[in-house]
């Protein structure tokens, strides 16, 4: 991403000398989303070449991070819209900790590279513990829920994040790192258990709470919203 970042300014600043110079073409006009778009396509295809496995989640990255950015111009008009780009900002860094725990591949042994990777992933997972409170938070807009206790149980969910995240940032959240198949992922032992459990009962509750919105509310038109939103939430609950 940052590589695209450089592409699309050193685009945008020869563009803009051209512009100056009367000698633009209108084809030019499109040279930065163009340079962007080529970057996006190499970078996904060397992660193809690293691990085949991580090409699909760098293209969930690049996707999240647009659907962001265009939410991003919008968020003043309503508290569901901030709280969706609240959504994708933790999701997209999700993706990215996942990403790079599938393009770090073991070599020349898992021994040798388990501690680079458990370093570099511990910092690089500051929001990850946020995503499953802020995808409440945004189901409790968008599902329009005035339940009090549901309200209780989102706020709730943040505060045991945050636990999480600072016992990371200790070095106790997980002891150690080792290769499955295809990434890495933390042994279960230590605070990594009761943080599995807190994930299954938080995405549960989240289902469970679109699910009975459904129901509830009287717009046909964000009753079938939700009904995508929950077969979407599958996936990612399964």
């Known amino acids: 991403m940052m590589a695209a970042g450089l ?25 930065p989303l163009l340079a962007c778009v080529a970057a996006a396509v190499g970078t996904v295809a060397a992660s193809y070449l690293a691990n085949p496995h991580s090409a699909s989640w760098l293209i969930a990255i690049y996707l999240t991070l ?3 950015l265009a939410t991003l111009r919008r968020v003043k008009e309503s508290p569901t819209l901030r709280a969706f780009a609240l959504y994708l900002a933790m999701l997209n860094q999700y993706l990215l900790i996942v990403w790079y725990l599938h393009v770090s591949v073991p070599y020349p042994s898992e021994a040798a590279r388990e501690p680079e990777v458990r370093a570099l992933s511990r910092w690089l997972s500051f929001t990850t513990f946020y995503v499953l409170a802020a995808e409440l938070h945004f189901t409790l807009h968008f599902a329009e829920v005035r339940w009090r206790p549901a309200w209780l149980v989102g ?16 070095g106790v959240f997980y002891e150690s790192l080792h290769w499955m198949t295809f990434t890495w992922v933390p042994r279960m032992e230590g605070l990594y258990v009761p943080f599995f459990y807190f994930i299954i009962t938080v995405s549960t509750f989240n289902m469970l709470l679109t699910v009975v919105q459904i129901f509830r509310l009287p717009s046909r038109q964000r009753r079938l919203q939700l009904f995508y939103y929950s077969l979407g939430s599958i996936p990612f609950w399964l």
Do not use: D, K
């Not at 592409?7 to 006009?29: I, N, Q």
């Open 7 to 31: 592409v699309f300014g050193a685009g945008r600043l020869t563009l803009l000398a051209m512009s100056l110079a009367g000698r633009v073409h209108p084809v030019l006009r499109y040279a």
């Open 155 to 170: 706020a709730l969910s943040w505060i045991v994040s945050t636990f999480f995240f600072l016992t990371n940032l200790e």
């Open 66 to 68: 647009g659907l962001f």
